[in-house]
T-cell receptor
Framework: GQNIDQPTEMTATEGAIVQINCTYQ??????LFWYQQHAGEAPTFLSY????GLEEKGRFSSFLSRSKGYSYLLLKELQMKDSASYLC??????????????FGGGTRLMVKP | SAVISQKPSRDICQRGTSLTIQCQVD?????MFWYRQQPGQSLTLIAT?????????ESGFVIDKFPISRPNLTFSTLTVSNLSPEDSSIYLC???????????FGPGTRLTVT
């Protein structure tokens, strides 16, 4: 089975740094995704990790440790518009095999002035 | 990136009726997916829509309740049948891009069943 855990809610201050953790236990592994979802909108792709290490993209970075079944999303220089839900998702088989993403419950981030 | 549109964007339906949701992509894609997001929850995969063959459903979802069509490589429909209030959700169409890491979502259809 699939089990993906992330905190339900987090609060941070504008300009600060926040780290959102995700742990997973899946039958296989073929990539971990992070999505941002503002209220009432569709998820938008943030990052993808398939190898261990850190992927940096502007203010956002994502880290993966496959041996630990662990990832985090790091948001720097927080802005008010970063208030959203952040979804961790794992793909357990290659795309061509048909299986798709399994999502965690999402972390609702509130950025305060 | 793929541009995905969905119709309708929202609807209010009566119990016992059905709603068909359309998903249109601006490029040909092999795999299209339908997800459900219930209020306050994360996304759950309903099925994979395959062009030229029957959809593949995930555990807990059946074809009679969620019939899917995939007539070509840019279009799919999801019907939610015999509606009940528990079907009130956002339904999202998703496609996989050319690269392994690409996965895009449509804007969603917000369904409310009264």
């Amino acid at each position: 089975g699939q089990n993906i855990d992330q905190p339900t809610e987090m609060t941070a201050t504008e300009g600060a740094i926040v780290q959102i953790n995700c742990t997973y236990q899946t039958s296989g592994f073929n990539g971990l995704f992070w999505y941002q979802q503002h209220a009432g909108e569709a998820p938008t792709f943030l990052s993808y990790n398939v190898l261990d290490g850190l992927e940096e993209k502007g203010r956002f970075s994502s880290f993966l440790s496959r041996s630990k079944g662990y990832s985090y999303l790091l948001l720097k220089e927080l802005q008010m518009k970063d208030s959203a839900s952040y979804l961790c998702a794992v793909r357990d088989w290659p795309l061509e095999a048909g299986n798709m993403l399994t999502f965690g419950g999402g972390t609702r981030l509130m950025v305060k002035p | 990136s793929a541009v995905i549109s969905q119709k309708p964007s929202r609807d209010i339906c009566q119990r016992g009726t059905s709603l068909t949701i359309q998903c249109q992509v601006d490029s040909q894609v092999t795999m299209m997916f339908w997800y459900r997001q219930q209020p306050g929850q994360s996304l759950t995969l309903i099925a994979t829509a395959n062009q030229g063959s029957e959809a593949t459903y995930e555990s807990g979802f059946v074809i009679d309740k969620f019939p899917i069509s995939r007539p070509n490589l840019t279009f799919s429909t999801l019907t939610v049948s015999n509606l009940s209030p528990e079907d009130s959700s956002i339904y999202l169409c998703s496609v996989a891009g050319l690269e392994n890491y690409e996965q895009y979502f449509g804007p969603g259809t917000r369904l409310t069943v009264t």
